[in-house]
């Protein structure tokens, strides 16, 4: 789904290059639609197409792959709307955020008056709760 409520559906005929892609116009769209693909630095990307498994696995083309760096193990967040699905790498803090994560909330229970043993009382607590 485009803006607009624009529903497309590729279309790559014989004698256009891989860029621009044309799209059948399916719902709400302007007659001959073009859409072309760029990345943000505004080099062109050609599409690509991959299936979903029965297992609801995908692979993500090689090229791709190696042009972002991904790896074996990668994580992704996974956000889906309409017949969009967005993948997003999950990058984990170095540990110099977490220090500083955890400086913060120490500093903010010792001014608050939570003790140590007032936190593991908490978590006895909700442990025996379950």
Do not use: W
């Not at 892609?21 to 760029?38: A, E, S, T």
């Not at 790498?89 to 400086?103: G, N, S």
Request: charged share 30%; aromatic share 2%.
């Amino acid at each position: 789904m485009l803006p607009g409520g624009c529903e497309v559906q590729a279309e790559q005929p014989s004698d256009l290059p891989a860029y621009p892609v044309r799209f059948k116009p399916l719902l709400g769209c302007p007659p001959d639609m073009i859409l072309l693909v760029r990345l943000l630095g505004g080099a062109m990307v050609k599409p690509s197409t991959t299936k979903l498994s029965s297992r609801g696995q995908v692979v993500i083309p090689e090229e791709i792959r190696n042009r972002l760096g991904l790896e074996p193990g990668d994580q992704f967040v996974v956000v889906g709307e309409g017949n969009v699905v967005i993948l997003k790498t999950v990058e984990p803090p170095d540990a110099k955020e977490i220090k500083a994560l955890l400086d913060r909330v120490q500093k903010a229970a010792k001014e608050a008056g939570i003790t140590p043993e007032d936190v593991e009382r908490a978590i006895r607590e909700v442990r025996g709760s379950k």
